[in-house]
T-cell receptor, first 109, second 117 residues
Framework: DAKTTQPNSMESNEEEPVHLPCNHSTISGTDYIHWYRQLPSQGPEYVIHGLTSNVNNRMASLAIAEDRKSSTLILHRATLRDAAVYYCIVLQGAQKLVFGQGTRLTINP | DTGVSQDPRHKITKRGQNVTFRCDPI?????LYWYRQTLGQGPEFLTY????????KSRLLSDRFSAERPKGSFSTLEIQRTEQGDSAMYLCASRRRTGGSGANVLTFGAGSRLTVL
C-alpha cells in the first residue's frame, strides 16, 4: 500500500477552518485517497474519499493536488466535536484499509 | 441501519485464558473486517471475510487467533491462551458490496477492549 505522511498533531480554534495535510508521493493513477477519523473511545468513522477532483460532503472537503502526491482535508468551521485522530489512507485497489498513525487534532474553545 | 455491534465492549481476563468477541455487521453488508488497535497506534488489519469465506489473514493473526463467520452474518474472533501482548481494542467493520476500491467505505463498531492481566 502507498505510504502516507501526516503530521503527528495539529491544533486549531473553534469555529475556524482546519487544513489537515497528507503526503502520498508513491500514489499511482488508480489509487483512491480516503480519510477516516476516530473520536475518543470510538471506532474510526468515514469522512471522505476522492480520486482526482476535489470533493465536498457535509462533513468536510478534500482538496487533491494536481500531481496527486498530496491532499488536504478541510474542516470549514471546526467544532469541539471535531477533536479526533484523522487518518489519510491511499487505497491501491486493495480490499482493506491500511491505517498509519494519523494526525491528532485538538480544538481549542 | 443499526450500525455494527460488538460484544462485549470490555473484557478483562487472566493470561492463558481464552476469550471470544462477537461482531454483528450491518445486515446488507457482505464484507466483514477485524482490526486490532493498541494505545496510540492506528488500527492494524487482522482479517476479512466476504460472506462466509475468509479471504485474507494478516501475519499478525497467529495460530492462537481464529475468526469465523459461519453463515455470512455475524462473526467471532477467538483468542486462545491469551498473553499480555494481546491487550488491545479489537475493532470490527463491515462494508456493502459495491464495485471499485473507491467505494471501500467501512463502517466500524465501537470495539471490544481486551485487558490481559
Amino acid at each position: 500500500d502507498a505510504k502516507t505522511t501526516q503530521p503527528n498533531s495539529m491544533e486549531s480554534n473553534e469555529e475556524e477552518p482546519v487544513h489537515l495535510p497528507c503526503n502520498h508521493s508513491t500514489i499511482s493513477g488508480t489509487d483512491y485517497i480516503h480519510w477516516y477519523r476516530q473520536l475518543p473511545s470510538q471506532g474510526p468513522e468515514y469522512v471522505i474519499h476522492g480520486l482526482t477532483s476535489n470533493v465536498n460532503n457535509r462533513m468536510a472537503s478534500l482538496a487533491i493536488a494536481e500531481d496527486r502526491k498530496s491532499s488536504t482535508l478541510i474542516l470549514h468551521r471546526a467544532t469541539l466535536r471535531d477533536a479526533a485522530v484523522y487518518y489519510c489512507i491511499v487505497l491501491q485497489g486493495a480490499q482493506k484499509l491500511v491505517f498509519g498513525q494519523g494526525t491528532r487534532l485538538t480544538i481549542n474553545p | 441501519d443499526t450500525g455494527v455491534s460488538q460484544d462485549p465492549r470490555h473484557k478483562i481476563t487472566k493470561r492463558g485464558q481464552n476469550v471470544t468477541f462477537r461482531c454483528d455487521p450491518i445486515s446488507e453488508h457482505n464484507r466483514l473486517y477485524w482490526y486490532r488497535q493498541t494505545l496510540g497506534q492506528g488500527p492494524e488489519f487482522l482479517t476479512y471475510f466476504q460472506n462466509e469465506a475468509q479471504l485474507e489473514k494478516s501475519r499478525l493473526l497467529s495460530d492462537r487467533f481464529s475468526a469465523e463467520r459461519p453463515k455470512g452474518s455475524f462473526s467471532t474472533l477467538e483468542i486462545q491462551r491469551t498473553e499480555q501482548g494481546d491487550s488491545a481494542m479489537y475493532l470490527c467493520a463491515s462494508r456493502r458490496r459495491t464495485g471499485g476500491s473507491g467505494a471501500n467505505v467501512l463502517t466500524f463498531g465501537a470495539g471490544s477492549r481486551l485487558t490481559v492481566l
